[in-house]
């Protein structure tokens, strides 16, 4: 195989794993619509696909978007906990605009293939 086939073959397989993260990203946004299931899908596809990301500039997106799930969930299970108390809205709007700048943040920098630093 030569060398141009080989970056062609490369590029094709970012550019897959670029798609995959459009969709995680898609995930989250959809978590607003139907609570924490397309969440849940988004996290497994980082999961199942993070070896593949390895050495990219997507490895960040990756983990970004571990990161996010995480914070939402934590979010979401605290203000459930804490919503009898008063402090529970407050805690879900906190969470909800965190998810919204890191989405935001992140679909930002993968439409201009960069990376994210925390």
């Not at 969440?39 to 997507?58: D, H």
């Amino acid at each position: 195989m030569d060398e141009s086939s080989t970056d062609h073959t490369d590029t094709e397989r970012l550019n897959s794993l670029k798609r995959l993260a459009m969709v995680v990203y898609l995930c989250q946004v959809l978590t607003f619509a139907f609570a924490g299931l397309p969440l849940l899908v988004g996290a497994a596809i980082n999961f199942m696909k993070q070896n593949e990301v390895k050495g990219t500039f997507l490895e960040s997106h990756f983990d970004w978007q571990v990161k996010t799930a995480w914070m939402a969930l934590a979010g979401f299970a605290l203000s459930g906990l804490t919503f009898q108390f008063g402090v529970g809205l407050f805690i879900l709007i906190a969470t909800l605009v965190l998810m919204v700048y890191r989405i935001v943040v992140g679909w930002n920098a993968l439409n201009s293939d960069q990376p994210i630093s925390d």
